[in-house]
């Protein structure tokens, strides 16, 4: 079941990294890279062009970022899986390329026979994190009164509750918009929707409802 090669586009817009991970991958019998591309908008062109079983993408890409190109990548064939191999080690990011439908994520600083690994992983299907993004993913996972509680603003659409988590941990919209993979204007919109619906005039109170309604992390006391 293991394919003779995997084929595999590297985006990353310093060209001495590009070079260093090509040798290292051709080094490997099993590992073919096939193209290079060093912008997000490259990196969909060529993944729509060359088909690789697999992309290693950079997040900080000039143009269209590396989340943006991966959700792309992933929309127009969700069988070519992307690994991000990147120096952001923060949730945002992690989160927003795990929804953009990256299947691993690893730091510029793993070893080598690591990002080998992590490449086979990905290219057979398994979902592949270093262990620095594991732990992240892990606490993420075992955060309490995450959304907060159930029944609390049953006005609110799914969407809507899940940008007011968001805001009540302190995230600005072009944050969220980032976490959340949509456009600032969307975000807006739900923001102002949110606000009529919890009767709020400012973020400060919406803030302050949500987290007593166990949003952000936080429940507190008191009515």
């Known amino acids: 079941m293991t394919p003779d090669k995997f084929t595999i586009l590297i985006v990353d817009d310093h060209p001495l990294f590009r070079f260093g991970l090509r040798t290292m991958l051709e080094s490997q019998p099993d590992m073919q890279p096939i193209g290079e591309a060093s912008t997000g908008y490259e990196a969909v062109t060529q993944a729509v062009s060359l088909r690789p079983s697999i992309v290693v993408m950079d997040l900080n890409l000039p143009g269209l970022n590396g989340i943006e190109a991966t959700r792309r990548i992933a929309q127009i064939d969700p069988t070519i899986a992307v690994l991000v191999l990147t120096m952001f080690q923060d949730d945002e990011s992690i989160f927003a390329a795990m929804r953009a439908g990256a299947r691993g994520y690893l730091l510029k600083g793993a070893a080598q026979d690591d990002i080998i690994r992590a490449i086979r992983g990905v290219g057979l299907g398994e979902a592949i994190f270093g262990p620095s993004i594991a732990q992240r993913v892990m606490q ?73 309604a166990g949003f952000g992390g936080t429940t507190r006391s008191g009515d």
Do not use: C, Y
């Open 140 to 212: 993420f996972l075992g955060q309490p009164h995450h959304g907060g509680k159930p029944d609390a603003f049953p006005e609110l659409t799914a969407r809507e509750r899940e940008i007011l988590e968001l805001i009540a941990r302190g995230q600005t919209n072009p944050g969220i918009a980032r976490a959340l993979v949509i456009s600032p204007k969307t975000v807006r919109n739900h923001v102002s929707n949110i606000f009529a619906k919890l009767h709020v005039a400012d973020r400060a109170q919406a803030i302050m409802r949500a987290q007593q």
